[in-house]
């Protein structure tokens, strides 16, 4: 009998969009083990500005989710791959190791995150940074939306666009 292919479950979205909810409900349903590069900085004592220390421990922490995945766990990854090139090598990373790919694409409007972002900021985490609406801004500028076609090359995919519409494509 064949072992079933471990699933990467990723996220493509912004601060404030929702994705460590979603990660943390599918953590729960039993869909994978979840790392998240802020909750390992947080738990080491490192505060959210120090960006030389959360790009080391990302790969880190990328490089476990790739053992992982070898192993045949499904692992969730909770980065918000803004780019596109990084959607690329996670997406060529999972097939290398045998693992199918599941993308959750948080599709909002500023002003959505922007309503997200004063909600939480009010409140935040120990060792979370505020973001202003000047840091949100500069994030949207650089954002790479992925396309129809993109999001065809993972084995699937889901875009939340608010709270009550999602697109899915199994």
Request: with cysteine; glycine share 8%; charged share 30%.
């Amino acid at each position: 009998m064949r072992k079933k292919e471990p699933i990467l479950t990723l996220f493509c979205g912004l601060p404030g969009s929702g994705k460590t909810t979603l990660a943390k409900k599918l953590e729960e349903q039993g869909k994978g083990i979840r790392i998240c590069t802020d909750d390992w900085q947080e738990a080491l004592g490192m505060n959210h500005d120090n960006e030389d220390f959360h790009g080391v421990l990302q790969k880190a922490l990328y490089q476990h989710a790739m053992k992982l995945l070898g192993s045949g766990v499904d692992v969730i990854l909770e980065d918000g791959l803004w780019m596109k090139n990084e959607r690329d090598e996670k997406l060529s990373d999972a097939k290398s190791v045998g693992a199918t790919t599941e993308i959750h694409f948080f599709d909002l409007s500023f002003d959505e995150l922007w309503r997200r972002m004063q909600s939480r900021n009010q409140d935040l985490p120990f060792g979370a940074v505020e973001i202003t609406k000047d840091d949100l801004q500069k994030c949207w500028d650089i954002f790479e939306k992925p396309s129809p076609e993109e999001l065809g090359q993972f084995g699937s995919y889901e875009v939340h666009q608010d709270d009550s519409k999602c697109h899915e494509n199994r």
